[in-house]
């Protein structure tokens, strides 16, 4: 799908949509329980469909509400189905995995788009380790695994993802006997431990952190039902809070000031880049000011990183983005992504081997056609980049912003967004 949009200053509130991160957790969570689980303030998204198609079919029965899900688990996973598609969805992937082992048979996992592209490199090493049997195709998925994982020490490096260290804490604490998890170099992405840390605590599973460095878990751990209602997405926000940075009148409802997203991030880098956050009413905003460039260190927050360049394109001076590599193995590599499309309308960015050096213009020219790469988060960078262009711009598979927030068009139609489907 195709969107031409003509620029213009957007205005008004947005509800953001709640956390895709915290959706994942919690309903991975209650599914694990035995008893019944809530879990409200959802949006089906691609990625949260198929983390609730996920569990289904390792048999756990949830009833699916507009904005909420019912789940009613049993404490012991059944593999009902022989293939789970993780559509695009990382998360789910990385998540899934050990959590399927729990499960007796063989679980065949499939993905799309360039999920089957992205590493898996850690689980094959823990397999190794453990004597799960897995069979992989020329790339990472489809991927069949059997076998049991046992308690004992697994090891992985903190940069290559997170999500492999979540996966394993919802899986390992099943297990008859301990675990340790270490972690041989820096941790990378670290809020996101932290929600798992947290949901985790909340469903009565309790992981002893030591420094990061290492994570203890007893086994024989039993789920408790949670009834949990998911806070606004900082990850989404991020969007309409740089938007608002750079000039639209924009109150974002909904998202949480204590929360625990790593993506909160954002708050301190428009402030660093000489933005002005401030409280509404309502919600959040960010006071148009003319931002500077900075140095900006992504390796806790990579999901910030298109929408980041976005605002960096238009500050004043230079940015530096380091520590930036691992957005070259998300749904795009992001990196040269966004190099790409902003210097298409007028940017002026250099790529490095882990990030960006960005020479701020006054204004982006806008006048061209540029891609989403398939990717939601280059689709909504590329939409906000929108309105510092002097002509319009075409953006071509807007669609993809479904992986995780459907109904982002009809938000920037709302707010004022002149946005045409071609
Ligand atoms: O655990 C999670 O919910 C996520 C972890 C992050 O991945 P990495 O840990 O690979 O950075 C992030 O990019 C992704 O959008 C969601
Ligand atoms: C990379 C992302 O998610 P996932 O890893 O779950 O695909 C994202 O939402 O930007």
Not at 213 to 233: A, M, S, T
Not at 237 to 266: H, N, P, R, Y
Request: charged share 25%.
């Amino acid at each position: 799908m195709d969107i031409k949009i003509i620029p213009g200053k957007l205005n008004g509130e947005v509800i953001i949509p709640p956390s895709k991160s915290l959706s994942h957790r919690a309903i991975i969570a209650g599914a694990m329980a035995k008893g019944k689980s809530n879990v409200t303030n959802l949006i089906m998204s691609d990625d949260i469909e198929a983390t609730i198609e996920a569990m289904e079919a390792l048999g756990v029965s949830i009833s699916k509400g507009e904005h909420e899900v019912d789940i009613e688990g049993t404490g012991t996973l059944v593999r009902k189905e022989s293939t789970i598609n993780c559509r695009e969805s990382g998360s789910t992937v990385r998540f899934l995995v050990p959590i399927s082992l729990l499960a007796d048979g063989e679980v065949k996992f499939i993905g799309e788009g360039r999920l089957a592209k992205r590493p898996l490199t850690t689980f094959f090493n823990i397999f190794n380790d453990f004597g799960v049997k897995y069979e992989r195709g020329k790339d990472y998925l489809p991927l069949t695994i059997k076998g049991k994982l046992t308690g004992g020490r697994y090891k992985m490096k903190g940069n290559v993802s997170s999500q492999f260290i979540t996966g394993l804490m919802y899986t390992l604490p099943k297990l008859k006997e301990d675990s340790v998890i270490e972690i041989t170099t820096p941790l990378e992405s670290i809020g996101y431990v932290d929600l798992t840390l947290d949901m985790l605590k909340k469903s009565g599973i309790e992981i002893e952190n030591k420094d990061y460095k290492e994570f203890h878990i007893k086994g024989n751990q039993e789920f408790k039902p949670v009834n949990y209602r998911v806070e606004g997405d900082y990850s989404q926000g991020a969007f309409w809070m740089v938007a608002a940075t750079l000039g639209a009148g924009l109150d974002c409802i909904g998202l949480e000031k204590d929360s625990l997203q790593g993506d909160k991030e954002i708050l301190d880098i428009i402030t660093k880049m000489g933005g002005i956050v401030k409280d509404t009413t309502k919600g959040l905003t960010s006071e148009f000011t003319k931002t500077k460039g900075a140095v900006i260190d992504l390796s806790q927050c990579p999901d910030l990183g298109p929408i980041v360049t976005v605002m960096a394109s238009v500050s004043e001076g230079e940015t530096r983005i380091v520590n930036a590599q691992r957005l070259r193995i998300k749904e795009s590599d992001r990196i040269t992504a966004m190099v790409t499309e902003l210097n298409k309308v007028g940017a002026d960015i250099t790529e490095t081997e882990d990030g960006m050096i960005i020479r701020g213009v006054k204004k982006l020219k806008g006048g061209a056609k540029v891609s989403s790469w398939n990717d939601h988060r280059i689709a909504m960078a590329m939409a906000v980049a929108s309105t510092q262009c002097e002509e319009a711009i075409i953006i071509e598979g807007a669609e993809s912003v479904k992986k995780s927030y459907p109904h982002f068009w009809d938000h920037f139609k709302q707010l004022g967004g002149k946005a045409e489907v071609l």
